[in-house]
């Protein structure tokens, strides 16, 4: 079975510049998710679909970060204009279920590396 | 703040030695979970855990579960460089919208 694919593994930018990152989950999986992880840090979620519907996402920096998931499928998430503070490892993350009482684990992709200089 | 926190933040040790990695919620629990990742990678799920009192174990690692105190620990014993990384566990918390957090981390190094 293929795992979730992201890219690109890397990217750097210049502040004020935009990027964007795509993820392609498990095929079937419902649920998707997208966690900026800083060095040291623990991820932390940036945005929850449901199929093709956000679910949450109450902590994405709307000012400068959007994510679509066209068709309940793959998804893109997108930094525009890039801060400094915006390096860090963007993880994707699928998983077959529909959230809520502790229903299974979250399969996650390799990351995408953002350094932003 | 932190919803889940992990302690040790970091962790240095012989190789051969066992050692302990706690994570505390400071909400209830619908479900602990343990991943590990290495510099670079993603996140390798290790084990779930779902009962009070729940412990499963694969390999040399296990992981214990209190549902009263909301407490999980991961125990790994006989520690090779292979167990080496970055140890996070993760849950579903309660009145949280079924948001699924992460602990903070524990890095992990194996001496050979």
């Known amino acids: 079975e293929a795992g979730v694919a992201q890219s690109p593994r890397y990217k750097i930018i210049e502040k004020r510049q935009s990027v964007a990152f795509w993820c392609n989950p498990i095929?079937?999986?419902?649920?998707l998710y997208w966690y900026q992880q800083i060095l040291g840090q623990g991820p932390k979620l940036l945005i929850q679909f449901q199929n093709n519907g956000v679910v949450d996402d109450s902590q994405l920096p709307k000012d400068r970060f959007s994510a679509e998931r066209l068709k309940g499928v793959d998804s893109t998430l997108k930094i525009q204009p890039a801060k400094l503070e915006d390096s860090a490892v963007y993880l994707c993350?699928?998983?077959?279920?529909?959230?809520?009482?502790?229903?299974?684990?979250?399969?996650f992709g390799e990351g995408s590396r953002l350094t932003v200089l | 703040s932190q919803e889940l926190e992990q302690s040790p933040q970091s962790l240095i040790v012989q190789e051969g030695k066992n050692l302990t990695i706690n994570c505390t919620s400071s909400?209830?629990?619908?479900?602990l979970y343990w991943y590990k990742q290495k510099y670079g990678e993603g996140l390798i799920f290790l084990m779930m855990?779902?009962?009070?009192?729940e412990e499963k174990s694969h390999e040399k690692i296990t992981a214990k579960l209190d549902e009263k105190k909301q407490q999980s620990s991961l125990h790994i014993t006989a520690s090779q460089p292979s167990h080496a990384g970055i140890y996070l566990c993760g849950a579903e918390l309660l009145n949280t919208g079924n948001q699924f957090y992460f602990g903070t981390g524990t890095s992990l190094t194996v001496i050979p």
């Open positions: 993350a699928s998983s077959p279920y529909l959230r809520g009482a502790g229903t299974g684990e979250l399969f």
């Open positions: 095929s079937g999986h419902a649920t």
């Open positions: 909400k209830t629990l619908y479900g």
């Open positions: 855990l779902q009962k009070g009192g």
